[in-house]
Protein backbone atom coordinates (compact mmCIF):
# COMPACT_ATOMS: atom_id res chain seq x y z
CA UNK A 1 0.00 0.00 0.00
CA UNK A 2 3.21 2.57 1.09
CA UNK A 3 4.69 1.85 -2.09
CA UNK A 4 1.53 2.68 -4.15
CA UNK A 5 0.91 5.99 -2.39
CA UNK A 6 5.20 6.75 -3.28
CA UNK A 7 4.25 5.62 -7.03
CA UNK A 8 1.53 7.89 -6.97
CA UNK A 9 3.04 10.70 -5.71
CA UNK A 10 6.46 10.50 -7.77
CA UNK A 11 4.17 10.37 -10.98
CA UNK A 12 1.79 13.42 -9.98
CA UNK A 13 5.29 15.47 -9.17
CA UNK A 14 6.16 14.20 -12.63
CA UNK A 15 3.29 15.29 -14.34
CA UNK A 16 3.68 18.86 -12.47
CA UNK A 17 7.06 18.98 -13.82
CA UNK A 18 6.12 18.40 -17.24
CA UNK A 19 3.22 20.30 -16.90
CA UNK A 20 6.49 23.55 -15.90
CA UNK A 21 8.20 22.65 -18.93
CA UNK A 22 5.47 23.23 -21.30
CA UNK A 23 3.98 26.70 -20.62
CA UNK A 24 0.63 27.28 -21.64
CA UNK A 25 1.63 29.24 -25.17
CA UNK A 26 -1.34 32.64 -26.09
CA UNK A 27 -2.43 34.11 -29.01
CA UNK A 28 -1.85 37.42 -27.95
CA UNK A 29 -2.38 39.33 -31.08
CA UNK A 30 -5.09 42.39 -30.82
CA UNK A 31 -7.50 42.04 -33.79
CA UNK A 32 -9.02 45.15 -32.61
CA UNK A 33 -5.93 47.83 -32.02
CA UNK A 34 -6.51 48.98 -35.47
CA UNK A 35 -10.17 49.74 -34.92
CA UNK A 36 -11.68 53.74 -34.71
CA UNK A 37 -12.52 52.80 -31.13
CA UNK A 38 -9.07 51.61 -30.42
CA UNK A 39 -7.09 54.55 -32.04
CA UNK A 40 -9.63 56.66 -29.96
CA UNK A 41 -8.65 55.15 -26.44
CA UNK A 42 -5.41 55.43 -27.43
CA UNK A 43 -5.73 59.20 -27.59
CA UNK A 44 -7.55 59.70 -24.36
CA UNK A 45 -4.76 57.14 -22.83
CA UNK A 46 -1.91 59.30 -23.64
CA UNK A 47 1.38 57.88 -24.10
CA UNK A 48 1.59 55.40 -21.12
CA UNK A 49 -1.71 53.97 -21.68
CA UNK A 50 -0.92 52.36 -24.80
CA UNK A 51 1.97 50.58 -23.28
CA UNK A 52 0.80 49.54 -19.93
CA UNK A 53 0.30 45.56 -20.57
CA UNK A 54 3.26 45.63 -23.08
CA UNK A 55 5.39 42.93 -21.66
CA UNK A 56 2.49 40.72 -20.21
CA UNK A 57 3.43 36.95 -19.11
CA UNK A 58 6.57 36.24 -19.86
CA UNK A 59 8.31 39.14 -20.28
CA UNK A 60 11.93 39.63 -19.58
CA UNK A 61 12.93 38.20 -16.41
CA UNK A 62 16.44 37.24 -16.31
CA UNK A 63 19.96 37.92 -17.41
CA UNK A 64 21.57 36.28 -20.58
CA UNK A 65 25.14 34.89 -21.02
CA UNK A 66 27.49 36.81 -23.28
CA UNK A 67 27.82 36.00 -26.68
CA UNK A 68 30.15 33.37 -27.00
CA UNK A 69 33.77 34.72 -25.78
CA UNK A 70 36.83 34.43 -28.22
CA UNK A 71 38.51 31.36 -29.25
CA UNK A 72 39.57 28.76 -27.93
CA UNK A 73 43.19 27.21 -28.49
CA UNK A 74 43.95 26.71 -31.76
CA UNK A 75 42.78 23.50 -34.07
CA UNK A 76 43.52 22.33 -37.26
CA UNK A 77 41.34 23.03 -39.66
CA UNK A 78 39.03 24.95 -37.40
CA UNK A 79 36.05 26.88 -39.45
CA UNK A 80 36.29 31.15 -38.57
CA UNK A 81 33.34 33.39 -39.12
CA UNK A 82 34.19 36.83 -41.49
CA UNK A 83 32.91 40.29 -40.82
CA UNK A 84 31.36 42.81 -43.39
CA UNK A 85 30.08 46.01 -42.79
CA UNK A 86 26.78 47.38 -41.81
CA UNK A 87 24.54 49.40 -44.46
CA UNK A 88 23.19 47.21 -47.98
CA UNK A 89 23.72 43.58 -47.35
CA UNK A 90 22.24 42.96 -50.85
CA UNK A 91 21.58 45.13 -54.61
CA UNK A 92 18.06 42.87 -55.48
CA UNK A 93 16.48 46.10 -55.93
CA UNK A 94 19.01 47.29 -58.81
CA UNK A 95 18.77 44.16 -60.38
CA UNK A 96 15.02 43.80 -60.07
CA UNK A 97 14.55 46.66 -61.55
CA UNK A 98 16.57 46.57 -64.78
CA UNK A 99 14.94 42.97 -65.08
CA UNK A 100 11.61 44.50 -65.11
CA UNK A 101 12.49 47.48 -67.33
CA UNK A 102 12.94 50.25 -65.04
CA UNK A 103 16.04 52.90 -64.02
CA UNK A 104 17.14 51.88 -60.81
CA UNK A 105 17.64 54.57 -58.11
CA UNK A 106 21.29 55.07 -57.01
CA UNK A 107 21.31 54.08 -53.78
CA UNK A 108 19.84 50.65 -54.78
CA UNK A 109 23.65 49.45 -55.72
CA UNK A 110 25.93 50.46 -53.38
CA UNK A 111 29.56 48.94 -52.99
CA UNK A 112 29.11 47.50 -49.48
CA UNK A 113 26.04 45.82 -51.11
CA UNK A 114 27.84 44.38 -53.73
CA UNK A 115 31.22 43.30 -52.28
CA UNK A 116 28.29 41.00 -49.13
CA UNK A 117 27.24 39.68 -52.67
CA UNK A 118 31.12 37.74 -53.23
CA UNK A 119 33.40 35.75 -50.51
CA UNK A 120 36.53 37.64 -50.68
CA UNK A 121 40.59 36.85 -50.24
CA UNK A 122 41.25 38.50 -47.44
CA UNK A 123 45.11 38.19 -47.46
CA UNK A 124 45.31 37.15 -43.25
CA UNK A 125 48.41 35.25 -43.18
CA UNK A 126 48.73 34.79 -39.69
CA UNK A 127 45.69 33.02 -37.40
CA UNK A 128 43.45 35.53 -36.27
CA UNK A 129 42.98 35.01 -32.13
CA UNK A 130 40.82 38.17 -31.62
CA UNK A 131 37.72 39.39 -32.35
CA UNK A 132 38.60 41.70 -35.09
CA UNK A 133 42.12 41.12 -37.09
CA UNK A 134 42.64 43.09 -40.02
CA UNK A 135 44.62 42.20 -42.90
CA UNK A 136 45.96 43.93 -45.69
CA UNK A 137 47.32 43.70 -49.20
CA UNK A 138 47.89 45.98 -52.23
CA UNK A 139 47.30 46.80 -56.11
CA UNK A 140 48.28 49.26 -59.00
CA UNK A 141 46.40 49.23 -61.99
CA UNK A 142 45.85 51.64 -64.85
CA UNK A 143 42.01 53.03 -65.46
CA UNK A 144 40.83 51.54 -68.28
CA UNK A 145 39.33 54.73 -69.53
CA UNK A 146 41.77 57.22 -68.46
CA UNK A 147 45.29 55.31 -68.27
CA UNK A 148 45.66 56.78 -65.07
CA UNK A 149 47.82 54.92 -62.20
CA UNK A 150 45.55 54.12 -59.41
CA UNK A 151 47.59 52.30 -55.90
CA UNK A 152 44.89 50.50 -53.76
CA UNK A 153 45.17 48.77 -50.63
CA UNK A 154 42.36 46.59 -49.07
CA UNK A 155 41.03 45.86 -45.38
CA UNK A 156 40.55 42.37 -45.09
CA UNK A 157 37.90 41.98 -42.38
CA UNK A 158 38.50 38.76 -40.06
CA UNK A 159 37.40 37.47 -36.84
CA UNK A 160 39.00 34.77 -34.63
CA UNK A 161 35.52 33.48 -33.35
CA UNK A 162 35.01 30.11 -34.21
CA UNK A 163 31.27 29.04 -36.65
CA UNK A 164 30.99 26.37 -34.27
CA UNK A 165 31.35 28.54 -31.01
CA UNK A 166 29.25 31.76 -32.37
CA UNK A 167 25.89 32.06 -30.42
CA UNK A 168 23.62 35.47 -30.87
CA UNK A 169 22.35 36.96 -27.43
CA UNK A 170 18.73 36.51 -27.03
CA UNK A 171 16.54 38.69 -28.69
CA UNK A 172 14.00 41.24 -28.29
CA UNK A 173 12.29 41.99 -31.77
CA UNK A 174 10.17 44.26 -32.40
CA UNK A 175 8.59 43.86 -36.16
CA UNK A 176 7.53 47.24 -37.74
CA UNK A 177 5.51 46.96 -40.87
CA UNK A 178 3.62 49.12 -43.18
CA UNK A 179 0.27 48.49 -44.41
CA UNK A 180 -0.20 51.44 -46.06
CA UNK A 181 -2.15 51.73 -49.28
CA UNK A 182 1.07 51.26 -51.14
CA UNK A 183 1.63 47.79 -50.37
CA UNK A 184 -0.98 46.51 -52.19
CA UNK A 185 -0.07 47.51 -55.50
CA UNK A 186 1.73 44.51 -57.49
CA UNK A 187 5.71 44.16 -56.34
CA UNK A 188 6.89 44.33 -59.84
CA UNK A 189 5.65 47.77 -60.84
CA UNK A 190 6.15 51.15 -59.62
CA UNK A 191 2.59 52.39 -57.60
CA UNK A 192 2.33 55.77 -59.08
CA UNK A 193 2.65 54.99 -62.35
CA UNK A 194 -1.07 54.22 -61.71
CA UNK A 195 -2.83 51.26 -63.13
CA UNK A 196 -1.81 49.83 -65.84
CA UNK A 197 -3.60 46.23 -66.37
CA UNK A 198 -3.42 43.60 -64.12
CA UNK A 199 -0.79 41.90 -63.14
CA UNK A 200 0.65 38.73 -62.12
CA UNK A 201 2.68 39.59 -59.70
CA UNK A 202 2.14 39.04 -55.73
CA UNK A 203 1.05 42.57 -53.91
CA UNK A 204 3.82 44.10 -51.61
CA UNK A 205 1.81 43.35 -48.75
CA UNK A 206 1.60 39.58 -49.48
CA UNK A 207 5.45 39.46 -50.18
CA UNK A 208 5.94 41.06 -46.87
CA UNK A 209 3.94 39.20 -44.63
CA UNK A 210 5.42 35.72 -45.85
CA UNK A 211 8.76 37.13 -45.32
CA UNK A 212 8.17 38.00 -41.41
CA UNK A 213 6.71 34.57 -41.19
CA UNK A 214 10.00 32.84 -42.90
CA UNK A 215 11.78 35.52 -40.50
CA UNK A 216 10.62 35.05 -37.27
CA UNK A 217 10.53 30.62 -37.86
CA UNK A 218 14.26 31.66 -36.33
CA UNK A 219 13.48 32.91 -33.10
CA UNK A 220 14.14 30.78 -30.31
CA UNK A 221 11.91 30.14 -27.15
CA UNK A 222 13.77 32.80 -24.95
CA UNK A 223 13.46 35.82 -27.48
CA UNK A 224 10.68 37.71 -27.11
CA UNK A 225 8.70 39.25 -30.44
CA UNK A 226 6.31 42.16 -30.58
CA UNK A 227 4.50 43.58 -33.89
CA UNK A 228 3.34 47.13 -34.98
CA UNK A 229 1.12 48.06 -37.52
CA UNK A 230 1.59 51.51 -39.39
CA UNK A 231 -0.52 53.62 -42.14
CA UNK A 232 -1.26 56.93 -41.37
CA UNK A 233 -0.92 56.04 -37.46
CA UNK A 234 0.37 53.35 -35.61
CA UNK A 235 -1.11 50.38 -33.79
CA UNK A 236 0.90 48.00 -31.41
CA UNK A 237 -1.26 44.49 -32.20
CA UNK A 238 0.69 42.42 -30.33
CA UNK A 239 2.57 43.00 -27.31
CA UNK A 240 6.99 42.03 -26.53
CA UNK A 241 6.62 38.58 -25.32
CA UNK A 242 8.65 35.69 -24.80
CA UNK A 243 8.48 32.75 -27.66
CA UNK A 244 8.30 29.91 -25.53
CA UNK A 245 4.59 31.93 -24.04
CA UNK A 246 3.52 32.96 -27.41
CA UNK A 247 1.42 30.61 -29.78
CA UNK A 248 3.46 31.40 -33.02
CA UNK A 249 1.26 29.46 -35.35
CA UNK A 250 -1.48 31.63 -34.52
CA UNK A 251 0.71 34.96 -34.90
CA UNK A 252 1.70 33.83 -38.19
CA UNK A 253 -1.78 33.02 -39.43
CA UNK A 254 -2.96 37.11 -38.40
CA UNK A 255 0.28 38.08 -40.33
CA UNK A 256 -0.50 36.53 -43.08
CA UNK A 257 -4.10 38.32 -43.49
CA UNK A 258 -2.91 41.38 -43.60
CA UNK A 259 -4.40 43.94 -45.81
CA UNK A 260 -3.49 46.99 -46.76
CA UNK A 261 -5.22 50.47 -45.93
CA UNK A 262 -4.28 54.16 -45.81
CA UNK A 263 -1.55 56.73 -46.18
CA UNK A 264 2.05 55.91 -44.35
CA UNK A 265 3.79 57.70 -41.24
CA UNK A 266 7.04 56.31 -40.75
CA UNK A 267 7.66 58.38 -37.49
CA UNK A 268 4.45 56.92 -35.95
CA UNK A 269 5.18 53.58 -36.76
CA UNK A 270 8.69 53.49 -35.52
CA UNK A 271 7.75 55.67 -32.35
CA UNK A 272 5.17 53.10 -31.43
CA UNK A 273 7.70 50.55 -31.93
CA UNK A 274 10.36 51.86 -29.69
CA UNK A 275 7.59 51.94 -26.68
CA UNK A 276 8.01 48.35 -26.46
CA UNK A 277 11.22 48.57 -25.09
CA UNK A 278 10.63 50.71 -22.24
CA UNK A 279 9.42 47.94 -20.02
CA UNK A 280 11.68 45.07 -20.88
CA UNK A 281 15.25 44.20 -19.64
CA UNK A 282 17.38 45.24 -22.10
CA UNK A 283 21.06 44.49 -20.65
CA UNK A 284 22.22 41.50 -22.00
CA UNK A 285 20.05 41.07 -25.20
CA UNK A 286 20.04 42.25 -28.50
CA UNK A 287 17.27 44.65 -29.16
CA UNK A 288 16.46 45.25 -32.84
CA UNK A 289 13.54 46.85 -34.37
CA UNK A 290 12.75 45.54 -38.20
CA UNK A 291 11.30 47.78 -40.08
CA UNK A 292 9.51 46.20 -43.38
CA UNK A 293 8.62 49.36 -45.78
CA UNK A 294 8.26 50.12 -49.25
CA UNK A 295 10.15 53.13 -48.16
CA UNK A 296 7.33 55.57 -50.01
CA UNK A 297 6.29 57.82 -46.63
CA UNK A 298 3.61 60.62 -47.72
CA UNK A 299 3.21 61.64 -44.25
CA UNK A 300 5.24 63.51 -42.12
CA UNK A 301 8.37 62.26 -43.38
CA UNK A 302 9.55 64.66 -46.13
CA UNK A 303 11.68 66.33 -43.51
CA UNK A 304 14.24 63.16 -43.05
CA UNK A 305 14.94 64.22 -39.75
CA UNK A 306 11.88 62.51 -37.97
CA UNK A 307 12.69 59.38 -38.43
CA UNK A 308 16.51 59.63 -38.84
CA UNK A 309 16.58 61.36 -35.85
CA UNK A 310 14.82 58.96 -33.81
CA UNK A 311 16.76 55.99 -35.20
CA UNK A 312 19.96 57.89 -34.18
CA UNK A 313 18.96 58.30 -30.60
CA UNK A 314 17.56 54.67 -30.23
CA UNK A 315 20.77 53.53 -31.22
CA UNK A 316 22.54 55.38 -28.56
CA UNK A 317 20.61 53.46 -25.89
CA UNK A 318 21.58 50.01 -27.73
CA UNK A 319 18.23 49.85 -30.12
CA UNK A 320 19.15 49.25 -33.46
CA UNK A 321 17.08 48.89 -36.74
CA UNK A 322 17.21 46.71 -39.64
CA UNK A 323 15.07 48.13 -42.80
CA UNK A 324 13.65 45.57 -44.93
CA UNK A 325 13.18 47.23 -48.82
CA UNK A 326 9.73 45.01 -50.05
CA UNK A 327 8.72 46.13 -54.05
CA UNK A 328 10.82 47.22 -57.10
CA UNK A 329 9.76 51.00 -56.01
CA UNK A 330 11.19 50.41 -52.73
CA UNK A 331 12.88 54.18 -52.26
CA UNK A 332 16.50 52.70 -51.33
CA UNK A 333 17.62 56.47 -51.74
CA UNK A 334 15.90 57.09 -48.21
CA UNK A 335 16.84 54.20 -46.43
CA UNK A 336 20.38 54.34 -47.66
CA UNK A 337 20.82 57.90 -45.40
CA UNK A 338 19.44 55.61 -41.77
CA UNK A 339 21.93 52.85 -43.13
CA UNK A 340 24.91 54.77 -41.91
CA UNK A 341 23.87 54.89 -37.98
CA UNK A 342 25.64 52.25 -36.04
CA UNK A 343 24.32 49.03 -36.14
CA UNK A 344 21.98 49.63 -39.01
CA UNK A 345 21.86 47.31 -41.79
CA UNK A 346 19.34 46.98 -45.12
CA UNK A 347 18.36 44.61 -47.43
CA UNK A 348 15.99 44.18 -50.18
CA UNK A 349 13.38 41.14 -50.71
CA UNK A 350 13.37 39.46 -54.20
CA UNK A 351 10.82 37.35 -53.61
CA UNK A 352 9.70 35.73 -50.34
CA UNK A 353 10.84 32.38 -51.13
CA UNK A 354 14.23 33.84 -51.82
CA UNK A 355 13.83 36.12 -48.44
CA UNK A 356 13.06 32.58 -46.44
CA UNK A 357 16.20 30.71 -48.08
CA UNK A 358 18.53 33.83 -47.03
CA UNK A 359 17.16 33.86 -43.35
CA UNK A 360 17.71 30.35 -43.03
CA UNK A 361 21.74 30.88 -43.49
CA UNK A 362 21.98 34.52 -41.52
CA UNK A 363 19.15 35.17 -39.73
CA UNK A 364 21.12 35.48 -36.72
CA UNK A 365 24.23 37.47 -38.44
CA UNK A 366 21.62 39.92 -39.47
CA UNK A 367 20.78 40.92 -35.96
CA UNK A 368 24.01 40.50 -34.38
CA UNK A 369 26.45 43.64 -34.71
CA UNK A 370 29.87 42.63 -33.24
CA UNK A 371 32.46 45.68 -33.47
CA UNK A 372 31.43 49.29 -33.29
CA UNK A 373 33.51 52.42 -34.25
CA UNK A 374 35.77 50.73 -36.40
CA UNK A 375 38.78 53.34 -37.30
CA UNK A 376 42.00 53.01 -39.16
CA UNK A 377 44.57 55.36 -39.48
CA UNK A 378 47.30 56.02 -42.31
CA UNK A 379 50.66 57.01 -41.32
CA UNK A 380 52.88 57.98 -44.30
CA UNK A 381 54.14 60.91 -46.36
CA UNK A 382 54.12 58.57 -48.91
CA UNK A 383 50.08 58.60 -49.70
CA UNK A 384 46.51 59.81 -48.57
CA UNK A 385 43.19 58.13 -49.44
CA UNK A 386 41.57 59.41 -52.42
CA UNK A 387 38.57 56.84 -52.21
CA UNK A 388 36.51 54.08 -49.71
CA UNK A 389 34.71 51.49 -51.71
CA UNK A 390 32.25 49.04 -49.45
CA UNK A 391 31.46 51.59 -46.71
CA UNK A 392 28.39 53.37 -45.34
CA UNK A 393 30.10 55.92 -43.78
CA UNK A 394 32.50 56.48 -46.67
CA UNK A 395 31.96 59.96 -46.75
CA UNK A 396 33.76 60.47 -43.26
CA UNK A 397 37.21 59.43 -44.37
CA UNK A 398 40.08 62.27 -44.99
CA UNK A 399 43.27 62.36 -46.21
CA UNK A 400 44.47 59.52 -43.55
CA UNK A 401 41.43 58.43 -41.78
CA UNK A 402 38.77 55.69 -42.69
CA UNK A 403 35.88 55.30 -40.25
CA UNK A 404 33.27 52.27 -39.90
CA UNK A 405 30.90 52.04 -37.59
CA UNK A 406 29.65 48.65 -37.49
CA UNK A 407 30.95 45.07 -38.40
CA UNK A 408 28.57 42.40 -38.58
CA UNK A 409 29.54 38.59 -38.69
CA UNK A 410 29.79 36.99 -41.91
CA UNK A 411 29.67 33.27 -43.55
CA UNK A 412 33.61 32.33 -44.48
CA UNK A 413 34.35 29.72 -47.27
CA UNK A 414 37.90 28.96 -46.38
CA UNK A 415 40.57 31.47 -46.72
CA UNK A 416 37.42 33.76 -47.70
CA UNK A 417 35.16 36.01 -45.97
CA UNK A 418 31.53 36.79 -47.62
CA UNK A 419 32.14 40.64 -47.60
CA UNK A 420 35.29 40.72 -46.03
CA UNK A 421 37.05 43.58 -47.54
CA UNK A 422 36.81 47.17 -47.42
CA UNK A 423 39.16 49.17 -50.61
CA UNK A 424 41.32 52.55 -50.65
CA UNK A 425 42.53 54.08 -53.52
CA UNK A 426 45.52 55.72 -52.40
CA UNK A 427 46.77 59.00 -53.90
CA UNK A 428 50.90 59.27 -54.19
CA UNK A 429 52.19 62.10 -52.27
CA UNK A 430 55.79 61.70 -51.59
CA UNK A 431 58.55 58.84 -51.90
CA UNK A 432 57.82 57.17 -48.47
CA UNK A 433 56.69 53.89 -49.19
CA UNK A 434 56.43 52.61 -45.61
CA UNK A 435 53.06 52.83 -44.17
CA UNK A 436 51.89 52.15 -40.34
CA UNK A 437 48.17 51.23 -39.98
CA UNK A 438 47.01 51.81 -36.83
CA UNK A 439 43.00 50.48 -36.40
CA UNK A 440 40.85 50.46 -32.87
CA UNK A 441 37.49 49.84 -32.36
CA UNK A 442 35.15 48.53 -29.76
CA UNK A 443 33.54 45.00 -28.67
CA UNK A 444 29.89 45.61 -27.42
CA UNK A 445 30.58 45.57 -24.45
CA UNK A 446 32.19 49.16 -25.52
CA UNK A 447 35.86 47.92 -24.62
CA UNK A 448 38.24 49.52 -26.68
CA UNK A 449 41.19 47.36 -28.75
CA UNK A 450 44.00 48.38 -30.99
CA UNK A 451 46.19 46.99 -33.56
CA UNK A 452 49.21 48.37 -35.69
CA UNK A 453 50.99 46.72 -38.69
CA UNK A 454 53.27 48.70 -40.92
CA UNK A 455 52.72 47.46 -44.30
CA UNK A 456 55.43 48.47 -47.89
CA UNK A 457 53.56 49.66 -50.22
CA UNK A 458 56.82 49.43 -52.17
CA UNK A 459 55.67 48.38 -56.40
CA UNK A 460 57.51 46.94 -58.52
CA UNK A 461 57.40 48.70 -62.45
CA UNK A 462 55.27 46.44 -63.42
CA UNK A 463 51.81 48.42 -65.11
CA UNK A 464 49.36 45.97 -63.20
CA UNK A 465 50.20 44.03 -59.96
CA UNK A 466 47.52 42.28 -57.30
CA UNK A 467 48.52 40.71 -54.19
CA UNK A 468 45.96 38.17 -53.97
CA UNK A 469 42.81 37.73 -56.43
CA UNK A 470 41.17 38.95 -53.23
CA UNK A 471 42.06 42.87 -54.22
CA UNK A 472 41.77 42.17 -58.07
CA UNK A 473 38.39 41.08 -57.29
CA UNK A 474 37.37 44.34 -54.93
CA UNK A 475 38.54 46.55 -57.38
CA UNK A 476 36.75 45.29 -60.59
CA UNK A 477 33.80 45.38 -58.70
CA UNK A 478 33.94 48.46 -57.26
CA UNK A 479 34.79 49.71 -60.99
CA UNK A 480 31.73 48.20 -62.00
CA UNK A 481 29.46 49.47 -59.53
CA UNK A 482 31.14 53.18 -60.07
CA UNK A 483 29.98 52.86 -63.52
CA UNK A 484 26.27 51.92 -62.92
CA UNK A 485 25.83 54.87 -60.75
CA UNK A 486 27.33 57.46 -62.73
CA UNK A 487 25.31 55.51 -65.62
CA UNK A 488 22.03 55.71 -63.31
CA UNK A 489 22.54 59.75 -62.43
CA UNK A 490 22.59 60.32 -66.00
CA UNK A 491 19.41 58.15 -67.21
CA UNK A 492 17.43 59.58 -64.39
CA UNK A 493 18.50 63.08 -65.45
CA UNK A 494 16.29 63.13 -69.10
CA UNK A 495 13.25 61.24 -66.78
CA UNK A 496 11.05 62.78 -63.78
CA UNK A 497 13.51 64.66 -62.07
CA UNK A 498 13.56 68.13 -61.95
CA UNK A 499 17.32 69.61 -62.40
CA UNK A 500 18.94 72.45 -62.76
CA UNK A 501 22.18 72.93 -64.97
CA UNK A 502 25.38 74.64 -63.03
CA UNK A 503 27.42 76.48 -65.90
CA UNK A 504 31.05 73.59 -66.33
CA UNK A 505 33.17 73.20 -69.46
CA UNK A 506 32.02 70.04 -71.18
CA UNK A 507 33.59 66.88 -70.05
CA UNK A 508 33.12 64.08 -72.25
CA UNK A 509 31.55 60.81 -70.73
CA UNK A 510 34.89 58.96 -71.14
CA UNK A 511 36.06 60.96 -68.49
CA UNK A 512 33.53 61.04 -65.92
CA UNK A 513 31.96 57.74 -66.24
CA UNK A 514 34.01 56.42 -63.20
CA UNK A 515 33.80 59.43 -61.11
CA UNK A 516 34.27 58.79 -57.74
CA UNK A 517 31.82 59.26 -55.45
CA UNK A 518 29.48 59.72 -58.43
CA UNK A 519 28.55 63.03 -58.36
CA UNK A 520 27.45 65.27 -60.81
CA UNK A 521 27.04 69.70 -60.63
CA UNK A 522 23.51 68.52 -61.62
CA UNK A 523 21.66 68.81 -58.66
CA UNK A 524 17.44 67.12 -58.79
CA UNK A 525 14.93 69.04 -57.20
CA UNK A 526 12.43 66.39 -55.63
CA UNK A 527 9.26 68.21 -54.09
CA UNK A 528 8.13 64.93 -53.30
CA UNK A 529 8.77 60.70 -52.56
CA UNK A 530 5.93 59.80 -54.59
CA UNK A 531 7.66 59.67 -57.43
CA UNK A 532 6.80 57.64 -60.95
CA UNK A 533 9.33 55.11 -63.11
CA UNK A 534 11.92 55.64 -64.98
CA UNK A 535 11.91 53.13 -68.16
CA UNK A 536 15.02 51.71 -68.57
CA UNK A 537 17.05 53.56 -71.25
CA UNK A 538 20.70 53.36 -72.71
CA UNK A 539 22.21 56.05 -74.54
CA UNK A 540 24.94 55.24 -77.71
CA UNK A 541 27.32 56.77 -74.94
CA UNK A 542 26.81 54.81 -72.14
CA UNK A 543 26.03 51.58 -74.74
CA UNK A 544 29.31 51.84 -75.88
CA UNK A 545 31.22 52.36 -72.55
CA UNK A 546 29.19 49.57 -71.41
CA UNK A 547 30.33 47.02 -73.93
CA UNK A 548 33.93 47.99 -73.85
CA UNK A 549 33.29 47.37 -69.79
CA UNK A 550 32.38 44.04 -70.70
CA UNK A 551 35.43 43.18 -72.55
CA UNK A 552 37.33 44.17 -69.88
CA UNK A 553 35.20 42.43 -66.87
CA UNK A 554 35.34 38.97 -68.72
CA UNK A 555 39.11 39.83 -69.02
CA UNK A 556 39.57 39.85 -65.51
CA UNK A 557 37.18 37.17 -64.69
CA UNK A 558 38.50 34.31 -66.79
CA UNK A 559 41.85 35.18 -64.09
CA UNK A 560 40.21 34.90 -61.48
CA UNK A 561 38.27 31.90 -62.44
CA UNK A 562 35.31 33.08 -60.27
CA UNK A 563 31.91 31.97 -61.30
CA UNK A 564 30.29 34.19 -58.58
CA UNK A 565 30.95 37.45 -61.16
CA UNK A 566 28.40 36.18 -63.86
CA UNK A 567 25.88 37.78 -62.01
CA UNK A 568 27.33 41.27 -62.91
CA UNK A 569 27.86 39.81 -66.04
CA UNK A 570 23.94 39.33 -67.09
CA UNK A 571 23.39 43.01 -66.12
CA UNK A 572 25.63 43.79 -68.55
CA UNK A 573 24.31 41.58 -70.83
CA UNK A 574 20.68 43.26 -69.76
CA UNK A 575 21.89 46.94 -70.91
CA UNK A 576 23.69 45.70 -73.96
CA UNK A 577 20.67 44.05 -75.79
CA UNK A 578 19.78 47.29 -77.09
CA UNK A 579 19.17 51.41 -76.21
CA UNK A 580 15.55 51.19 -74.61
CA UNK A 581 13.95 54.36 -75.27
CA UNK A 582 12.19 56.24 -73.17
CA UNK A 583 8.29 57.31 -73.35
CA UNK A 584 7.89 61.06 -73.97
CA UNK A 585 10.01 63.72 -75.10
CA UNK A 586 12.62 64.03 -72.99
CA UNK A 587 14.85 61.49 -74.53
CA UNK A 588 18.22 62.37 -74.39
CA UNK A 589 21.53 60.81 -75.53
CA UNK A 590 24.21 61.50 -73.17
CA UNK A 591 27.62 60.74 -74.54
CA UNK A 592 28.50 64.45 -75.41
CA UNK A 593 26.17 65.90 -72.57
CA UNK A 594 27.17 69.27 -70.71
CA UNK A 595 26.65 69.46 -67.12
Known amino acids: MKKSIVWIILFSLLLMEISAKEPEKIDDWDNN ?37 MPAPSRMMVKKIGLAVGGAKDTDNFIENIKRGY ?15 HYFDTGLQKECKSLFCPSYTKAVKKDIYTGEKHYYLSVGLNSGIEEGDFKRKKLNLVVVLDISGSMGSPFSRYYYDGKKGESESKSKMQVANESIVAMIDHLKGKDSLGVVLFDNDAYPVKPLRKVKYTDMKAIKKHILALQDRGGTNWSAGYKEGLKYFDKVKKKGYENRIIFITDAMPNTGELKK ?6 TKEASKKGIHTTFIGVGVDFNANLVEYVSKIRGANYYSVHSSKAFKKRMDKEFDYMVTPLVYDLELKLSTRGYKIDAVYGSPQANLATGSIMKVNTLFPSASEGKRNKGGVILLRLKKTGKSENVKLSVSYKDTKGKTYRN ?5 LKFSKEEEQYDNKGIQKAILLSEYVTLMKNWIIDARAGCNDEVSYLHEPPVQIMKRCMIYPPVRPVYPKIKTWERKSCKLHVSAGYGQLFALFKRHYQHEMKQLGDTSLHQELNILDI ?16 WNSYF
Open 33 to 69: ATSAEAKLAKSHHGKNGANANMVGLGGNISPVAPMAA
Open 103 to 117: VPKIDSITYEGTYYQ
Open 305 to 310: ERLFGM
Open 452 to 456: VQKVD
Open 575 to 590: LLKGQISVEGSEQVDD
